[in-house]
C-alpha cells in the first residue's frame, strides 16, 4: 500500500505490480514494481528514496 501512496504523491504512473512468493518463506512475498519516468526526475528520486525507507530490501533491476 506504501508503493501506491509514494507513486502517488510524486505524480507517478504505476504501469505494473506483481508478487512472487519468497523460496522458503511461507506467507513472505517479494514485489515487483514497474512506472514511468526516467531515474534522473525529482518525482522519481523522492519515490525510489520513499520506496527504500518503507522496505526491508530494494533493488533497482533497470532503468529503461
Known sequence: LVVFVIGYNNDLNMTRIESRPVPGKKWEYRFYVEFEGKSDQPG???????????????????NY
Open 44 to 62: 522519481v528520486v523522492n519515490a525510489l528514496s520513499g520506496i527504500n525507507a518503507e522496505a526491508l530490501n530494494m533493488q533497482i533491476l533497470g
